[in-house]
């Protein structure tokens, strides 16, 4: 498995104080690293080795005895897609912002709706932004599943595992989510993926 998919371009510090250098250096060198070294050694030397990232989740989804391929697959996925998703202080473009009023009425009916489907995801999951059915929208998924298997193209994303945020925010959900949005999502990134959309 590519290392493009483990390794990040940012400092552990340069998120703080949002996420502290603690909380990265669990969730991202521990949680996500052994996403990463588990999905390695479970395809290693089988017909999945060859395959992309995004075909191995689509091929083991819901076949029973692919269970732990599938769900230490679409964590890689998901983990890296969320650190690419945080970088700091990056403003949406007014292009983007028109996009997003369109959609959701305005900028903050979006932090609005993202933030209550965040919060309204019983126990261990993710909310996404994602562009479906040529509409921007958001949706919320559990544990390790993501918007590939509804055929749904992510934008961005944000972990509600207790694990991204209890170090910096304790039970707290809504205050985390609140200081992502605000202030540590890669607009850029956003961006980059909604102009890849056809
Ligand atoms: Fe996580």
Known sequence: MSLNFFNISYDKKDLEPFLSVETLEFHHEKHHRAYFDNLSKLIVGTELEDKSLEEIILFSFSKKEMKSIYNNAAQVFNHDFYFKSLKKNIK?????????????????????????????????????????????????TSNADNPLTLGMKPLMTIDVWEHAYYIDYRNVRGDYISALLDNLIDWVFVESNYELVD
Not at 104 to 121: H, M
Request: charged share 25%; proline share 2%; no cysteine.
């Open 92 to 140: 949406p473009s007014d292009g983007f912002l028109k996009i997003i009023d369109n959609s959701f009425g305005s900028w903050s009916d979006f932090k609005e709706e993202f933030k209550t489907k965040a919060l309204a995801q019983f126990g261990s999951g993710w909310t996404w932004l994602v562009v479906n059915d040529n509409k921007l929208d958001i949706v919320s």
